[in-house]
């Protein structure tokens, strides 16, 4: 079954950092772009940031870049998103989804279940 | 950053044809693939339509895509009560280097 999980969601604190993590099975994750998209409590959706399959290209939503770093490990079928300076606004459910990329075919494919942050004092 | 326009409602009855549109401009819409994405309440979203007009596999065909020029629209045919959900258009924005969401449209069902 191809599946998506997100971990590593929690309460952080403004200016804060977390790391979360995504867990694919199921497909030849190598063979993908990888996305991560966002939704504030109550809001639409939002795209946070995607990777090529090797990692060479990144690219981000202009509110987040030089805070977040996406990345991924394919030997671990593992995506990551490492959040700096965190802010209020940045609270919101983290989902990780295959697929995304510029002239994307088949679009966003598959989403996990999703990841909660909250950025509280 | 919601640069695809689209109403924030649309409703009908059972068997109902519903239509929702998405507005964009050149470097989005007008340059690239438009998606569809739907989401029921309180679960992840999903691909209901890519590459403009193509369903995924399991995605019944009472559910299609068009795009013209700078606008896409999603029409739902035979409406049912499980199509009450969110939906999002999405594309690939050649200035912003980055895919760009509607603002979302919640359908609902009467």
């Known amino acids: 079954e191809v599946q998506l999980v997100e971990s590593g969601g929690g309460l952080v604190q403004p200016g804060g950092s977390l790391r979360l993590s995504c867990a694919a099975s199921?497909?030849?994750?190598?063979?993908?772009?990888m996305s991560w998209v966002r939704q504030a409590p109550g809001k639409g959706l939002e795209w946070v940031a995607n990777?090529?399959?090797?990692?060479?290209?990144?690219y981000y939503v202009d509110s987040v870049k030089g805070r977040f770093t996406i990345s991924r490990d394919n030997a671990k079928n593992s995506l990551y998103l490492q959040m700096n300076s965190l802010r209020a606004e940045d609270t919101a459910v983290y989902y990780c989804?295959?697929?995304?990329?510029?002239?994307?075919?088949?679009?966003?494919?598959?989403w996990g279940q999703g990841t909660t942050v909250t950025v509280s004092s | 950053q919601s640069v695809l326009t689209q109403p924030p409602s649309a409703s009908g009855t059972p068997g109902q044809r519903v239509t929702i549109s998405c507005s964009g401009s050149?470097?989005?819409?007008?340059?690239?693939?438009v998606y569809w994405y739907q989401q029921l309440p309180g679960t992840a979203p999903k691909l209901l339509i890519y590459?403009?007009?193509q369903r995924p596999s399991g995605v019944p065909d009472r559910f299609s895509g068009s795009k013209s020029g700078t606008s896409a629209s999603l029409a739902i045919s035979g409406l049912r009560s499980e199509d009450e959900a969110d939906y999002y258009c999405?594309?690939?924005?050649?200035?912003?280097?980055?895919?760009?969401f509607g603002t979302g449209t919640k359908v609902t069902v009467l």
């Open positions: 199921g497909f030849t994750f190598s063979s993908y772009w």
């Open positions: 989804a295959r697929g995304g990329a510029a002239r994307d075919y088949y679009g966003m494919d598959v």
């Open positions: 990777i090529k399959q090797d990692g060479s290209e990144k």
């Open positions: 590459r403009n007009n």
């Open positions: 050149s470097s989005n819409i007008g340059s690239n693939y």
């Open positions: 999405a594309a690939w924005d050649d200035s912003l280097s980055g895919h760009v």
